[in-house]
């Protein structure tokens, strides 16, 4: 085992760096590399991508469709086969509770539970929205449903 000072890296995994511009002999002299003038052959910022020589550029040729309402609310959003996942016997399940068990984020604007799934235990939920389906399943399955206004 060699000592730490005789330590090299292994043969042909360090490549010395290409000298540009050091004269015709080293292979890339006189224009370095960049062809005989040009946009690309000056220093300087590029062309940009999107730059198709001086046509009408694509993005600016198609017409601009719809819009974003910025007044539109953000609803989270919980299946019951998420709440079946976590619920305990005679539980409660309000928006706390969801965030700390992790299954949303954050309220936003509201949490709906949507019906997808089915409920074996009573549970009483608190949320801001719930489907019809959702409501008769938790009710069906002898828990509460409590609408947060």
């Excluded at 292979?27 to 062309?47: E, L, N, V, Y």
């Excluded at 198709?52 to 539109?72: H, Y």
């Amino acid at each position: 085992m060699n000592p730490l000072s005789q330590l090299k890296p292994a043969p042909g995994s360090q490549k010395k760096p290409k000298r540009i511009g050091r004269g015709t002999g080293s292979g890339s002299g006189k224009t370095s590399g960049k062809g005989h003038k040009g946009q690309k052959a000056r220093s300087g910022p590029k062309i940009s991508p999107a730059f198709e020589g001086g046509q009408m550029p694509l993005n600016r040729r198609l017409p601009k469709r719809g819009f974003t309402n910025t007044f539109k609310k953000q609803i989270a959003t919980l299946n019951l086969d998420d709440l079946e996942r976590m619920a305990k016997d005679d539980t409660e399940i309000n928006v706390q509770v969801l965030i700390a068990e992790g299954r949303i984020k954050k309220a936003k604007d509201g949490v709906k539970i949507l019906g997808r799934g089915e409920l074996k235990r009573p549970i009483t939920v608190r949320a801001h929205l719930f489907s019809n389906t959702a409501k008769e399943k938790i009710l069906s399955a002898g828990g509460k449903v409590e609408e947060i206004t």
